[in-house]
């Protein structure tokens, strides 16, 4: 079983940065990929970007393409969202999710998922 806490959210003006970070624990973390997912009120839970058990390979929702950056440090069992330029539409609350291995985009391709951090920009 994998447990993961999400944290480093909040509320930033437009054109601001957060960092969001992910702390997994309850297995080998090198043996996950993990994703990043957001859900804003009313819509569908989305995906936006993930990273290989690897840290070798990435993925990419276009909307954040250029302005967000996943990382991961498997020493530390940690991965990370940097978040720049954010928009208004970047807001939503943000889930880590993991899955064995291989970073794919398909929410129902995780198995584990973090609680949330709420991300709000304000215009």
């Known amino acids: 079983q994998v447990q993961l806490v999400e944290s480093g959210g909040g509320l930033v003006q437009a054109g601001a940065s957060l960092r969001l970070s992910c702390a997994p624990s309850?297995?080998?973390?090198?043996?996950?990929?993990m994703g990043w997912f957001r859900q804003a009120p009313g819509n569908e839970r989305e995906f936006v970007s993930a990273?290989?058990?690897?840290?070798?390979?990435?993925l990419y929702a276009d909307s954040v393409k250029g302005r967000f950056t996943i990382s991961r440090e498997n020493a530390k069992d940690m991965v990370y969202l940097q978040m720049n330029s954010l928009k208004p539409e970047d807001t939503a609350v943000y889930y880590c999710?993991?899955?064995?291995?291989?970073?794919?985009?398909?929410?129902?391709?995780?198995?584990?998922w973090g609680q949330g951090t709420q991300v709000t920009v304000s215009s």
């Open positions: 999710a993991a899955r064995t291995l291989v970073a794919t985009m398909q929410l129902s391709d995780y198995e584990y």
């Open positions: 309850g297995h080998t973390f090198n043996l996950y990929a």
């Open positions: 990273i290989d058990f690897s840290g070798g390979r990435t």
